[in-house]
C-alpha cells in the first residue's frame, strides 16, 4: 500500500480539539474509500529555554501529557483496522511538522481550528499555515459540534 516516502497516504494533524477529531474521522473514511495508508501526526510545542535548548526540566512532563493525549486520541477514534498506519508524536512546530509530512502524501487532513484558537475565526493558524504551505492538496474539517 505504501512505500514509506508518503506517497499513497492521508496525513491527518491531531491535537485533541474537536475539529482533530472530526478531521481525523474524515482522514480514516477517506483512507478507507481510496484505500490509501494513513499517517496521523500529533505535533506538541517543544518547551525551548532562553538560552535555545528545550527546558529540561519541563520537557519529560510536557512529553508524557502529550503521549497519555495521543493515546487517548487513538483510543476514542474510528476503527483504524485494515489501514495501514504510521502514528507519529513529535516535539516541534504543529505548522512546520504537518507541512513536512506532507511531502509525497496524496492529502493532508487538518481541522479547522486546534486547542489554542480563537474564536469566531474561520481557521486557526495551523490550517492557515497547511493550506498556503503544503506539497498536496489540504482538506480543512470542521467539528459537527
Known amino acids: 500500500m505504501s512505500d514509506g516516502s508518503g506517497k499513497g497516504r492521508i496525513v491527518v494533524g ?3 480539539s474537536p475539529q482533530a477529531s ?3 474521522a474524515w482522514a480514516v473514511e477517506e483512507a ?3 484505500g490509501l495508508g494513513l499517517h496521523i501526526i500529533h505535533a506538541f510545542p517543544a518547551m525551548v529555554s532562553i538560552l535555545g535548548g528545550r527546558a529540561h526540566e519541563y520537557y519529560p512532563q510536557v512529553e508524557e501529557e502529550a503521549k497519555r493525549a495521543f493515546e487517548e486520541e487513538l483510543a476514542n477514534a474510528p476503527s483504524l483496522d485494515g489501514l495501514d498506519v504510521e502514528r ?3 516535539a516541534g512546530n504543529p505548522s512546520e511538522q ?9 492529502l493532508l487532513v487538518v481541522g479547522s481550528h486546534g486547542r489554542g484558537s480563537f474564536h469566531g475565526m474561520l ?4 490550517s492557515l499555515h497547511a493550506v498556503h504551505q503544503a506539497y498536496c492538496p489540504v482538506v ?3 467539528s459537527q459540534g
Request: net charge positive.
Open 98 to 106: 504537518l507541512v513536512e509530512a506532507s511531502r509525497g502524501a496524496s
Open 32 to 34: 478507507r474509500l481510496r
Open 88 to 90: 507519529t508524536l513529535v
Open 22 to 24: 472530526a478531521a481525523l
Open 123 to 126: 481557521v486557526g493558524s495551523v
Open 140 to 142: 480543512v474539517v470542521r
Open 14 to 16: 491531531i491535537d485533541g
